[in-house]
């Protein structure tokens, strides 16, 4: 079964406007929606690493679901919605040849879907195969990561 990584979302809660002085870039926000999910995650029972780390377009969060630990990467797109996806946590070389990206266990995007769709403050949930959002085909996303 082809299991959809790349999630969309749209939600008022979280800030998208106040830039912190810890931002890599100006627009790097997220930084309140990862740590919302590490709490949502822990709530769950979820092994979550302490520590959110930073890109220069957003966060991740580490968590591990089943035999794997997967990493919860965000941020917010310009258009309007919020932007995630799972990777597999994966040594150097093995992220080098595309590892992250395979290997991803049903388990793990449910967690996440269950947190997002749960929320009164999430709206618009739609998952994607990241090929199709890469090819710029939104409209094959889907309500729900698996199927």
């Known amino acids: 079964m082809e299991v959809r990584t790349l999630v969309t979302f749209r939600s008022g809660k979280f800030n998208i406007?106040?830039?912190k002085p810890y931002y890599i870039n100006p627009y790097s926000f997220g930084d309140d929606v990862a740590e919302w999910m590490v709490r949502r995650l822990k709530e769950d029972g979820i092994a979550v690493e302490e520590k959110l780390g930073q890109e220069d377009f957003g966060w991740y969060l580490g968590f591990r679901c089943g035999r794997y630990t997967?990493?919860?990467?965000l941020g917010f797109n310009a258009d309007g919605y919020w932007l995630g996806w799972l990777e597999r946590q994966r040594g150097l070389l093995p992220s080098l040849f595309g590892a992250r990206r395979r290997g991803i266990q049903?388990?793990?995007?449910?967690v996440i879907h269950s947190i997002l769709s749960s929320s009164e403050d999430i709206s618009d949930v739609r998952w994607h195969f990241q090929k199709d959002f890469d090819a710029l085909r939104e409209d094959l996303g889907a309500s729900t990561p698996l199927g």
């Open 17 to 19: 406007t106040q830039t």
């Open 106 to 110: 049903p388990v793990a995007v449910r």
């Open 70 to 73: 997967y990493n919860f990467v």
